[in-house]
């Protein structure tokens, strides 16, 4: 769908995320010939800076997140020259003079504000849109996630911004379902008629979803230290996966049919009481050790870290989801920083068969096993039990694979560039409504409140491994292991 011409301003234009992921997703699409040819993209940021300054610091901050393909001769020139820097306080309306200046006013362009800041002041911003007129009926505005810090602040903000957009106006985005393999979750589910009769308590036995990254803190410090791993991935990428998992076959693919969906998922989440916490839910912080042989610092250790923190690098859980399709079956969660691979992937795991017709006794069959992986590659593997060659009947485990890269030679688009056109086309389905969001923060709650009273920090675990022993002895509990295998070499 060819795109209307538009004004995106983006507000926290000098941020790390703005750097790294953002300005690298526009100029990806503008290389795509998705942008028509006057569209604009209007930068604002504090820093008293003028344009040439602004795209020096592109050139030094953003340019390095750049995919290769985006580098020919002239592409990144061209995106620049979209570009207008605007320097003002995003909480300050009397400083919006340059704003109301840089905007069009022809109503047949599409206005969209993306609020790529600390979620505290999304307020203000909005409420300095609307003091200049800038939210006209037809803008759209987009909310970078974690939003609150906790259920009250996020309804405030949610309150604030909706005297502002009305619900069909706000994008609440979550990057994790812009991924390929996410989407690939939905056709697998909904496009084939295998797994439908078998996605339930019947025949599943438990749900991991990992997404552990090898990274730690680094110059997010600031932001991370009030946040920790349960705001800052489990309320929001972690919760999205599960309900994308567990949700009911929506009724279309439209915007509120799958939202519907994936609430009432997040509605029948089994509420924690303390007793649960203590026993289902484990957090950590990383201390010093080594990541793929190299040395790293420990969190407390790391620049700008204060040296007593009790944030949370780490967290396991396991849920459970108080319906007729999973009443019974765990979904484990984990999700954490400085661990030995980076990894994000969903274990969905069937239950071992009933009894063996084989010489093998039930137990020495591995349950079949579906593995989803979003990064580092993107594929599915189903694990099935088939007969080694050869003489007599042995049974041993073996994989059928789908790798995405290599089944399909179409060029890949990073998660912020396919939300973006989303957002471009006003196509919201990948986006969080406000019930859901505050459904997932509702459920997360108790955990925020148990930590704040309990005594005692998180546990600590050693740079470069899966995270605390007690993350094991959560799923071990149950008789079970993370699955944990070593990636191939590239
Ligand atoms: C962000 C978190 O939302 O997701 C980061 O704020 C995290 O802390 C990042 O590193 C992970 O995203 P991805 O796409 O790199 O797995």
């Given at each position: 769908?060819?795109?209307?011409?538009?004004?995106?301003?983006?507000?926290?234009?000098?941020?790390?995320?703005?750097m790294?992921?953002?300005i690298?997703?526009?100029?990806?699409?503008?290389?795509?010939?998705?942008?028509?040819?006057?569209?604009?993209?209007?930068?604002?940021?504090?820093?008293?800076?003028?344009?040439?300054e602004?795209?020096?610091?592109?050139?030094?901050?953003?340019?390095?997140?750049?995919?290769?393909?985006?580098?020919?001769?002239?592409?990144?020139?061209?995106?620049?020259?979209?570009?207008?820097?605007?320097?003002?306080?995003?909480?300050?309306?009397?400083?919006?003079?340059?704003?109301i200046?840089?905007?069009?006013?022809?109503?047949?362009?599409?206005?969209?504000?993306?609020?790529?800041?600390?979620?505290?002041?999304?307020?203000?911003?909005?409420?300095?849109?609307?003091?200049?007129?800038?939210?006209?009926?037809?803008?759209?505005?987009?909310?970078?996630?974690?939003?609150?810090?906790?259920?009250?602040?996020?309804?405030?903000?949610?309150?604030?911004?909706?005297?502002?957009f009305?619900?069909?106006?706000?994008?609440?985005?979550?990057?994790?379902?812009?991924?390929?393999?996410?989407?690939?979750?939905?056709?697998l589910?909904?496009?084939?008629?295998?797994?439908?009769?078998?996605?339930?308590?019947?025949?599943?036995?438990?749900v991991?979803?990992?997404?552990?990254?090898?990274?730690?803190?680094?110059?997010?410090?600031?932001?991370?230290?009030?946040?920790?791993a349960?705001?800052?991935?489990?309320?929001?990428?972690?919760?999205?996966?599960?309900?994308?998992?567990?949700?009911?076959?929506?009724?279309?693919?439209?915007?509120?049919?799958?939202?519907?969906a994936?609430?009432?998922?997040?509605?029948?989440?089994?509420?924690?009481?303390?007793?649960?916490?203590?026993?289902?839910?484990?957090?950590?912080?990383?201390?010093?050790g080594?990541?793929?042989?190299?040395?790293?610092?420990?969190?407390?250790?790391?620049?700008?870290?204060?040296?007593?923190?009790?944030?949370?690098?780490?967290?396991?859980?396991?849920?459970?989801?108080?319906?007729?399709?999973?009443?019974?079956?765990?979904?484990?969660?984990?999700?954490?920083?400085?661990?030995?691979?980076?990894?994000?992937?969903?274990?969905?795991?069937?239950?071992?068969?009933?009894?063996?017709?084989?010489?093998?006794?039930?137990?020495?069959?591995?349950?079949?096993?579906?593995?989803?992986?979003?990064?580092?590659?993107?594929?599915?593997?189903?694990?099935?039990?088939?007969?080694?060659?050869?003489?007599?009947?042995?049974?041993?485990?073996?994989?059928?694979?789908?790798?995405?890269?290599?089944?399909?030679?179409?060029?890949?688009?990073?998660?912020?560039?396919?939300?973006?056109?989303?957002?471009?086309?006003?196509?919201?389905?990948?986006?969080?409504?406000?019930?859901?969001?505050?459904?997932?923060?509702?459920?997360?709650?108790?955990?925020?409140?148990?930590?704040?009273?309990?005594?005692?920090?998180?546990?600590?675990?050693?740079?470069g491994?899966?995270?605390?022993?007690?993350?094991?002895?959560?799923?071990?509990?149950?008789?079970?292991?993370?699955?944990?295998?070593?990636?191939?070499?590239?």
């Open positions: 769908m060819t795109l209307t011409d538009f004004d995106l301003v983006l507000f926290g234009s000098t941020g790390d995320l703005a790294r992921k953002l690298p997703a526009m100029l990806a699409r503008d290389t795509a010939k998705d942008f028509p040819a006057t569209a604009r993209i209007i930068c604002v940021g504090r820093n008293n800076w003028s344009q040439e602004f795209i020096r610091t592109l050139n030094l901050h953003a340019k390095p997140h750049i995919k290769v393909t985006c580098l020919a001769a002239g592409t990144w020139e061209k995106f620049c020259a979209r570009i207008q820097y605007v320097a003002l306080d995003a909480t300050d309306a009397t400083t919006y003079g340059p704003l200046a840089a905007l069009r006013t022809d109503p047949a362009i599409s206005r969209v504000f993306y609020l790529a800041t600390p979620s505290q002041i999304f307020s203000k911003i909005c409420q300095n849109l609307a003091s200049h007129n800038l939210a006209t009926a037809h803008s759209r505005v987009v909310l970078e996630k974690p939003l609150g810090n906790d259920l009250q602040s996020a309804k405030h903000i949610n309150n604030k911004v909706s005297q502002v009305s619900e069909s106006q706000i994008y609440r985005i979550d990057h994790y379902l812009g991924k390929e393999t996410v989407q690939n979750l939905l056709a589910r909904f496009g084939n008629v295998l797994f439908e009769p078998l996605w339930r308590r019947e025949w599943i036995s438990d991991q979803i990992t997404i552990a990254e090898q990274l730690g803190v680094g110059s997010r410090m600031e932001y991370y230290d009030n946040s920790g349960l705001r800052d991935m489990l309320q929001n990428h972690l919760l999205q996966l599960l309900c994308i998992v567990a949700m009911e076959p929506p009724v279309s693919i439209e915007p509120d049919a799958v939202r519907d994936k609430l009432q998922v997040l509605q029948s989440l089994k509420r924690y009481t303390p007793t649960m916490l203590a026993k289902n839910v484990v957090r950590g912080q990383y201390r010093a080594h990541i793929e042989g190299v040395p790293v610092p420990g969190y407390r250790d790391e620049e700008n870290a204060p040296n007593d923190s009790t944030t949370e690098t780490f967290v396991a859980l396991k849920a459970e989801i108080n319906n007729w399709r999973w009443a019974g079956v765990p979904f484990y969660l984990r999700t954490g920083k400085r661990m030995t691979q980076s990894l994000a992937e969903i274990v969905v795991r069937f239950k071992n068969i009933p009894h063996s017709i084989f010489a093998q006794s039930t137990n020495s069959f591995q349950p079949n096993c579906l593995v989803i992986r979003l990064q580092p590659d993107e594929g599915l593997r189903m694990h099935l039990m088939a007969k080694t060659p050869g003489d007599g009947m042995r049974l041993k485990p073996t994989e059928l694979e789908l790798d995405f890269r290599a089944s399909f030679k179409t060029p890949r688009m990073e998660a912020y560039e396919r939300l973006l056109l989303d957002v471009l086309r006003g196509q919201l389905t990948l986006f969080m409504r406000r019930d859901e969001l505050e459904a997932a923060w509702e459920w997360v709650e108790p955990i925020l409140e148990y930590w704040e009273q309990e005594d005692s920090d998180p546990i600590p675990y050693t740079a491994t899966w995270g605390p022993a007690a993350a094991s002895a959560l799923v071990g509990r149950d008789g079970l292991q993370w699955r944990e295998e070593a990636l191939p070499e590239d």
